[in-house]
């Protein structure tokens, strides 16, 4: 090895640190990958002085090198030389290697480890195990380190039994004493039923493969899809706003057009009398200056003989004033412009509302299926706290403003315009929106548990203040014994015994709301599919002195 690095070194150009590469010597002896000197001589063309990296010797003018055959022989078999030094030193076994037990001195790899004599072997001395007949039968595995693990460390022998009462390996002499009495195999029999529950394992690990892959494919395609619809949508929705906004400079070019042309004609019938009324003037002034001539005239017989000679002035078409109306002129145009400017504002945004509204709906995502039980519902458990601002009179809040109680008096609160004025109602703090899961516990005669949206109105008591009885808000009655679910004032009779806890499930991308009867099993009630287009408020009707409901705290 040492005379191996010797002779690399030898054949190493001093510019690179490697083997040389077409080798090429200079005048002064010295050799170089012709690479590296040609960079390092045209980085000195501007010096014109060119010289050895090695020995400093310089050349004028810059030498022109050719391969050196020779050294580039010497080099190719020197690097044949170091490649097979590299495929012996392969052979060894380093540090992370398991090394062959038989080997003396620098030790090989091993190739196989035997179960039975608890050695490793290299290529060499594993051959008696593949050709002496009693050790073909060995059990012959992968290299393996800690063969003495195999060995019991009580007794010196090797495990091969596996006790199923204590679930460990032991050997023969253990299942005489401390074993004795255990249900117990040999270790190749515990295997082969360990292998096999293994198989059925790994069998259903890859088929939750192949499904995932297959969901994984399924979303893969939804996103392409998502994709291409969204880019289409966004073309088509161009193209469509294109087409307005070239209809409307149409129509504003239009509508200047024919201002303009309008503009231009009564610009011109104006100017007409204008200038017919100049025409006069003209004429006006002329007679008027001959008369103020003949005015002078000292002689009063000449006076009195030209006088008659002059023309009556001519009767004038015109008034003797312009009568102007107090016209708007183009005003007019401006209003209806702007008459249209405010439907078409009207029309775009109730338009935008609902195109915003498809935009959020769209339903980009597998939905996840609802639990099925209550620890399932409980992982998108959320807490709920009542808003006392929201609150009738009637209703005092308490555990936090977790729980509601209709009282026999009305209570002082300050005025507020999100109270309930005549119904018995109370709702959430917490808008909800997503998937959200809560339980209430309610008590007494009548108890509605609801989601609403949050501009439900308040004031008064007609049905578009009631929890169920308007489009904005989903109820279930709860009576004494018996359910009863209500929205926009139709009503849905349900079966099934009473329960003092009931749990609401939201799914409100999914439109999904149910509701459940809690017990040791989750029983579903009522299950409403629809679109919600807001975020929900839970809510709580009472409808009796002493009926309470409690927005549990759940985990």
């Not at 394992?201 to 088929?207: L, T, W």
């Not at 193209?239 to 011109?268: A, G, M, N, P």
Request: aromatic letters at 6%.
């Amino acid at each position: 090895m040492e005379q191996n690095q010797l002779d690399r070194e030898t054949f190493s150009c001093s510019i690179c640190l490697d083997l040389m590469k077409h080798p090429v010597t200079t005048s002064c002896g010295h050799s170089y990958c012709m690479k590296y000197i040609k960079t390092q001589w045209d980085q000195e063309d501007q010096k014109r002085i060119h010289s050895c990296p090695q020995c400093r010797e310089t050349f004028i003018p810059r030498p022109v090198l050719k391969k050196n055959t020779m050294l580039a022989a010497l080099v190719e078999q020197m690097k044949k030389t170091g490649l097979q030094a590299a495929a012996a030193d392969h052979c060894y076994a380093g540090p992370e290697d398991v090394a062959c037990d038989f080997c003396t001195g620098r030790k090989q790899k091993a190739i196989k480890s035997c179960l039975v004599c608890l050695v490793s072997y290299c290529e060499n001395h594993l051959q008696p195990h593949l050709d002496v007949p009693g050790m073909k039968k060995h059990k012959l595995v992968e290299p393996k380190k800690n063969l003495q693990e195999n060995i019991c460390s009580k007794h010196d022998e090797v495990m091969k039994m596996f006790c199923r009462t204590d679930q460990k390996c032991v050997c023969l002499i253990c299942l005489m004493e401390e074993h004795k009495g255990h249900d117990s195999v040999s270790a190749a029999t515990e295997r082969t039923e360990r292998q096999r529950e293994l198989e059925e394992r790994r069998g259903n690990i890859q088929q939750r493969i192949q499904d995932r892959e297959k969901d994984v494919k399924l979303l893969q395609q939804e996103v392409e899809a998502i994709n291409h619809s969204a880019d289409k949508t966004v073309e088509d929705s161009e193209k469509i706003f294109t087409q307005l906004i070239r209809l409307l400079q149409k129509r504003s070019s239009e509508v200047k057009q024919q201002i303009r042309s309008q503009q231009e004609t009564k610009v011109s019938r104006v100017k007409d009398v204008e200038e017919k009324l100049q025409q006069e003037i003209t004429e006006l002034k002329r007679k008027d200056a001959e008369l103020e001539q003949l005015s002078h005239t000292q002689d009063h017989n000449q006076f009195l003989l030209n006088y008659p000679s002059l023309p009556a002035p001519s009767e004038s078409t015109h008034s003797s004033s312009i009568n102007i109306r107090p016209l708007r002129h183009f005003e007019d145009v401006t209003a209806a412009v702007s008459e249209l400017r405010d439907k078409l504002q009207d029309v775009l945004r109730d338009s935008w509302t609902n195109i915003s509204l498809m935009v959020t709906e769209v339903d980009v995502l597998l939905s996840e299926p609802e639990p099925t039980t209550r620890a399932g519902f409980l992982k998108y458990s959320c807490q709920i706290s009542l808003d006392p601002d929201t609150a009738h009179t009637m209703l005092v809040l308490s555990e936090e403003n977790r729980k509601v109680t209709m009282m026999d008096k009305h209570q002082i609160y300050p005025s507020h315009p999100d109270r309930f004025t005549d119904w018995l109602q109370v709702l959430s703090k917490e808008s909800l929106t997503g998937h959200c899961y809560w339980e209430v516990e309610r008590s007494g005669s009548v108890v509605y548990i609801s989601v609403t949206y949050k501009n439900i109105s308040r004031a008064g008591g007609l049905n578009e203040c009631l929890l169920g009885y308007n489009d904005k808000s989903w109820a279930l009655l709860c009576q004494q014994n018996s359910f009863r679910f209500l929205h926009n004032n139709i009503w849905t009779n349900i079966s099934g015994p009473s329960s003092s806890r009931i749990g609401v499930f939201l799914d409100h991308t999914a439109g999904l709301l149910s509701f459940y009867r809690v017990s040791e099993t989750m029983t579903l009630l009522h299950r409403v599919q629809t679109t919600f287009t807001q975020p929900l408020l839970a809510g709580v009707y009472v409808g009796n002195i002493g009926d309470s409901a409690e927005f549990c705290k759940v985990k």
